[in-house]
């Protein structure tokens, strides 16, 4: 990704909601990543212990409490607001500080209509018509605008919003001197399926390299805010078929279940799956549905895939699982969350999050 954008005044931010399980934070950190994307205060909080600078995080809230404002410009951390209300309570307590905003380009794209953000019908960001509202509320406690951002939504491969949005911003952009960045947010398509081409990211560094030309500010600092595309595709899912049933169609039942990883039965996502007990092996195909052991309906990892033909007792993989898996899932039906191990490059295998107990699960009620 650093390579790809190499031509382009440009600064790496990694949206820490995706994983925040710090030893994959540290390595992204150390691969040369510039920042943190932040959206809580605990999110803030990891970002320092893990070394990173106020200055190398920015926090992206949505809808925060005037304590958790407070918070976050007391550490000198940068402030990406979305809306007035928001931008106002900032000024009260913080007058003359740096501030940017999240605005909302009615422009949205994604995978899913649950994560397809950038439209004005999302709960996201400061429509175009209030940016004049913005300009006052800046004037009025003497704050300097230095960032404007958008994100568009979560999944999208090709470059056409992306560089109509960028395009509206840049706009924005070149009529203030103190505006030094524009930031693009995340969203970059990952090969959930295996046969699905990856995504190209030069062809949008190309766009907005070719945008910049014509700007007034050629040099102006391009944000962007990657989160599942940077982790999902480093983590499997392990999960062992306790039951193969036989119904209208072929049921395998595992010992995980959207508590584990959420985003098929959230929003309809596919995850690619394989029999890892039976690689390598002649065992014919057949076509499945791969259910978990939460006690609801749409507790399915796969409507419908082709697998080698599966036992109970088999390990199953559901790959591309790094994103949004582990900092989404719950203790729903009084399940443990799973352990987390990391496979360094020389062969090494670390722990890096234990399984939950019962007494753990249990242990912030009173009873």
Known sequence: MIDAFSNINIKIFYAMK???????????????????????????KMALSL????????????????????????????????????????????????VSVRLSPNIGVGEFDKITTGQNESKFGIVLDDFAEVQNICKKYNLTLVGIHCHLGSGFYTATEFTEAFELLLEISNKFSDINFIDMGGGFGVQYEPDKEEINLKSFADAL????????????????????????????????????????????GTDSGFHHLIRPAMYGAYQHIVNISKMGTDADFENVQVAGNVCETCDIFNVNIDIHKTDEGDVLAILVAGGYGSTMSSNYNLRENASEVLVKENGEIVLTKKRQSYEQIVENFIY
């Open 18 to 44: 995706a994983n925040y399980n710090p030893h994959y934070v540290k390595i992204i950190k150390d691969a040369g990543i510039y920042g943190i994307d932040a959206v809580s205060p605990n999110e803030v």
């Open 209 to 252: 390299e070719e945008k910049l030309k014509n700007s007034a500010n050629k040099n102006l600092e391009i944000r962007i805010e990657p989160g599942k595309f940077l982790i999902s595709q480093s983590t499997v899912l392990l999960t062992k078929v306790t039951t193969r049933k036989a119904k209208e169609i072929i049921f395998l």
């Open 51 to 98: 070394g990173y600078t106020p200055e190398q995080i920015i926090f992206t809230p949505s809808n925060p409490t005037n304590e958790e404002i407070k918070f976050v410009g007391e550490q000198s951390i940068l402030q990406n607001l979305g809306s007035l209300s928001e931008l106002e309570r900032f000024g009260k307590m913080f007058n003359g500080s740096d």
